[in-house]
Nanobody
Framework: QVQLVESGGGSVQAGGSLRLSCVAS??????????MGWFRQGPGKEREFVGG????????RYADSVKGRFTISRDNAKNTVFLQMNSLRPEDAAVYYC????????????????WGQGTQVTVSS
């Protein structure tokens, strides 16, 4: 089993930055062979793909809405994935979740096997 714990959420003004972290525990040898994804869910909205990173970190993929503003990275030695969020907008406000799944980057939530509990991001205008 793999446990994921997100941190780094908070409240910022529009234009500000936050860096989210997701630490994996449990079968960490397995997590280092998995792609990791970040999703978000705003009030009354469906969970949506934000971005993902391959197991090696060599490939990343982003939703169009965050391209150029968000960056995903990972440190397999520390079993940690990061989401650097810059130029935040009010519409970025949501609960952000990290997830671990198959070896290739996937954009659908059902393609991920393990999920964290989420961290709240609030952006004021």
């Amino acid at each position: 089993q793999v446990q994921l714990v997100e941190s780094g959420g908070g409240s910022v003004q529009a234009g500000g930055s936050l860096r989210l972290s997701c630490v994996a525990s449990g079968r960490t040898l397995a997590i280092n062979t998995m792609a990791m994804g970040w999703f978000r869910q705003g009030p009354g909205k469906e969970r949506e793909f934000v971005g993902g990173i391959s197991w090696s970190g060599s490939s990343t993929r982003y939703a169009d809405s965050v391209k150029g503003r968000f960056t995903i990275s990972r440190d397999n030695a520390k079993n940690t994935v990061f989401l650097q969020m810059n130029s935040l907008r009010p519409e970025d406000a949501a609960v952000y979740y990290c997830a671990a799944g198959i070896s290739a980057i996937a954009t659908m939530a059902y393609q991920y096997d393990f999920w964290g509990q989420g961290t709240q991001v609030t952006v004021s205008s």
